[in-house]
């Protein structure tokens, strides 16, 4: 991994285009490194002047008496280049550009930001930008952006893509209570990427959560496994805005169309244990929880609360959430009884009344948290006559500092909270204004601890039965062709060379052959037109079924192949296809389709005619996928309920449903050009499973 830590952690900094004029950004900058106090060496670089701010400047970073730890470059874009040249000659390692006029403005900006990737790659120097607002570490400290402010000292790591954001943030913090350890400002990406800075961050000390606004995610030959790598260590939290290019117009297959054009970063994230929000405010909520609470050891939450209310809304979020409200046993429900009056509540969520004073507070949370069955606990405040907000929060701090249990206060008001508030977060219990968002951000605590104790095999790697020259051959005379589509013939074939489970079918080119063919099957079989240009078969009488004998099956081929003519008299058929019935089973579909920057995304769900209109599918990336990805995948869909066995029907065989997922996955990423698979319906019987109509599209290039 790439060293950044002397970019945070500088012992010398040099500003390009330093300047004694009050609001130049090169004033700002020098200005916030001196008053925000950076103890190390302060080199301005200024042409024309001796001096900057009362320290000594120099021409050119090349005059400096040491090479600097960290270079922040505010001039015009136009002398960037030069400069950069200069850096690197001189052996500088780590610098910001704050300089627009890149690639953002088109034209030469592009050619200009080509070049300066280049250079940073040639001088191995880590670069944040162009285009950026600089970064800032609470904990040095310094502040080399041209924020007016330095954030508060804390354990957020903020990287953000948008620089107006990250200043507003900043000025937000200041009165909201949230302390940062570094924020980031991305610019254009031109050379150290969030993904590099995440895994900085990961082994960052100072850093308790790292959260993101992106607006794209840099490229990652293997996405998933170098963010589980880190992922696992500490939360990541990203408000991923935009969506992606998964194929969104490619709904030529029922996977194309159930996959939504935002699905491939839902599926990423998740599979590489990172968490993704809507909105700035779930960004930040997240954020202010992980960097206070202790981790839950499990999904048992309990609840006080000096207002009915409350405490009914919080039990509907915990539904939603998948959060138990634990039952208090015995013991605990006594103690209960002897802190809260008999009009109040000791079942759970225990309402400890409207006029509670502090100490029928804090008597209830220590009886709760003492209780082995409780996992967390939310505490609420409504600011009722009697209510006393400050000394609440400090039986909240009292009471909960023995216990290593993610405990949240939720002050429902305003500026009666405020000292309050400033209280609780300062002793490491986040506070929030609605009870919703108290049970949204446990949920993602119990989440993470899940994501710390998962295991990832490699089922997709482990098959090694595969028969990858026939595809080759398949997927090549293809493309000679001038083809984007296989046969049903051919797919067939894919598919049999990668051990997927599917009913024999082969391509007849005369009536004699269709005869001899479904005779080897043996009988019943099914006769359709062979053609990629045909789509809607069966409404040009172009398919027939129980065929059961070879001259029957004779007739046929000449029956289907002048229904195709009359249909369509401009296009020739390359035969028609002889395929073996099967009996009916469990019907099921799984799916590819390629997203540009993830590669396959597998689908998996309800199979038959209904499959868009049901529209139960679920998704899941095929590199790096796990087996327990695999059964989650799976056990995200209603189709697993008949699989399961329904209403005493026969179970389905998952093992084999288990082993079509893995075999369409390597078969993917085995042959990149394969730009849609589509295996449906998929029979599946107690034992075994027969796949009755394959399609796959390739990119012919």
């Not at 010398?12 to 300047?19: D, N």
């Not at 073996?580 to 769900?605: C, H, N, T, W, Y």
């Not at 799976?634 to 026969?650: C, M, P, Q, Y």
């Not at 998929?682 to 075994?688: A, P, S």
Request: hydrophobic share 40%; glycine share 8%; charged share 25%.
């Amino acid at each position: 991994m790439t060293d950044l830590n002397k970019m945070f952690k500088p012992d010398s900094v040099a500003v390009v285009g330093a300047s004694n004029s009050e609001g130049k950004v090169g004033y700002i900058i020098v200005d916030n490194i001196i008053n925000d106090g950076f103890e190390g060496n302060i080199y301005p670089i200024n042409p024309k002047d001796d001096e900057v701010q009362g320290l000594k400047a120099y021409k050119n970073v090349s005059d400096l008496p040491e090479v600097p730890d960290f270079v922040i470059i505010s001039i015009p874009s136009k002398a960037v280049i030069p400069v950069v040249k200069e850096c690197g000659e001189f052996g500088v390692k780590n610098m910001v550009v704050i300089t627009a006029g890149f690639k953002e403005i088109g034209g030469e900006g592009v050619e200009r930001e080509n070049e300066l990737v280049s250079l940073v790659e040639e001088y191995g120097i880590n670069l944040i930008g162009p285009n950026s607002l600089g970064t800032t570490d609470s904990h040095t400290p310094l502040n080399s952006s041209f924020s007016h402010v330095m954030p508060p000292k804390g354990n957020i790591a903020f990287i953000s893509q948008s620089g107006a954001m990250m200043v507003a943030i900043i000025d937000w913090s200041l009165t909201s209570g949230i302390g940062f350890s570094k924020i980031i400002s991305l610019g254009n990406k031109a050379g150290t990427t969030e993904i590099e800075l995440i895994e900085y961050l990961a082994d960052d000390d100072e850093t308790a959560v790292v959260i993101c606004y992106l607006e794209s995610i840099s490229e990652d030959e293997d996405f998933i496994r170098t963010l589980r790598k880190v992922s696992y260590k500490k939360p990541v939290v990203i408000l991923k805005s935009g969506s992606s290019s998964a194929g969104a117009e490619a709904a030529s297959s029922h996977t194309g169309a159930l996959a939504g054009s935002d699905l491939a970063f839902d599926t990423a994230f998740k599979q590489a244990g990172i968490f993704r929000v809507t909105t700035m405010d779930e960004l930040f909520d997240v954020g202010l929880a992980f960097s206070k609470c202790p981790l839950p050891t499990g999904r048992n939450l309990a609840i006080v609360t000096n207002a009915g209310g409350g405490g009914v809304v919080s039990v509907d979020a915990m539904e939603r959430y998948g959060l138990n409200l634990v039952q208090f046993d015995e013991e605990t429900t006594e103690r209960l009884k002897g802190a809260v009056p008999e009009e109040g509540s000791v079942k759970n969520p225990v309402d400890v009344l409207g006029d509670a004073p502090v100490s029928r507070y804090k008597e209830s949370l220590e009886i709760i948290l003492e209780s082995d069955d409780v996992d967390g606990l939310v505490v609420m405040v409504c600011p009722t006559a009697s209510a006393d907000p400050d000394g609440i929060a400090k039986a909240l701090v009292e009471g909960a500092k023995d216990f290593d249990k993610p405990v949240i206060a939720v002050n429902m008001g305003g500026p009666a909270f405020e000292a309050a508030n400033e209280l609780l977060r300062e002793n490491n219990i986040p506070t929030y204004v609605f009870p919703e968002t108290a049970v949204k951000v446990m949920d993602y605590l119990v989440r993470f601890e899940a994501v710390r104790e998962r295991e990832y095999d490699d089922p997709v790697g482990e098959i090694d039965d595969v028969d990858k020259e026939t595809v080759e051959s398949i997927l090549s005379k293809v493309k000679a062709d001038g083809r984007d589509t296989l046969l049903g013939s051919e797919a067939y074939a894919v598919a049999n060379a990668y051990g997927i489970s599917a009913a024999p079918i082969k391509l007849a080119t005369s009536p004699q052959e269709a005869g001899e063919l479904a005779e080897d099957m043996d009988f019943p079989v099914v006769l359709k037109i062979a053609s990629d240009k045909i789509l809607h078969k069966s409404d040009i009488g172009g398919v027939k079924v129980g065929i059961e004998s070879k001259e029957e099956a004779e007739k046929v081929y000449e029956e289907i192949i002048s229904n195709a003519k009359k249909a369509h008299p401009d296009i020739v058929p390359d035969g028609v296809e002889v395929q073996k019935m099967m009996d009916s089973g469990i019907e099921v579909l799984v799916g590819m389709i390629r997203d540009s920057q993830f590669g396959p995304m597998i689908a998996f769900g309800m199979g038959g005619i209904y499959v868009n209109l049901i529209e139960d599918a679920s998704f899941k990336l095929a590199k790096g996928i796990t087996s327990d990805e695999i059964d989650e995948q799976i056990n995200d869909t209603k189709v697993v309920k008949l699989l399961e066995g329904f209403r005493g029907e026969a179970p389905g065989d998952i093992d084999e449903v288990k082993s079509a997922i893995k075999r369409v996955a390597r078969l993917t990423l085995d042959f990149p050009e394969i730009s849609e698979l589509d295996i449906n319906p998929i029979f599946v019987y107690e034992k075994g499973s027969s796949a009755l109509d394959v399609k796959i599209k390739i990119d012919k290039e």
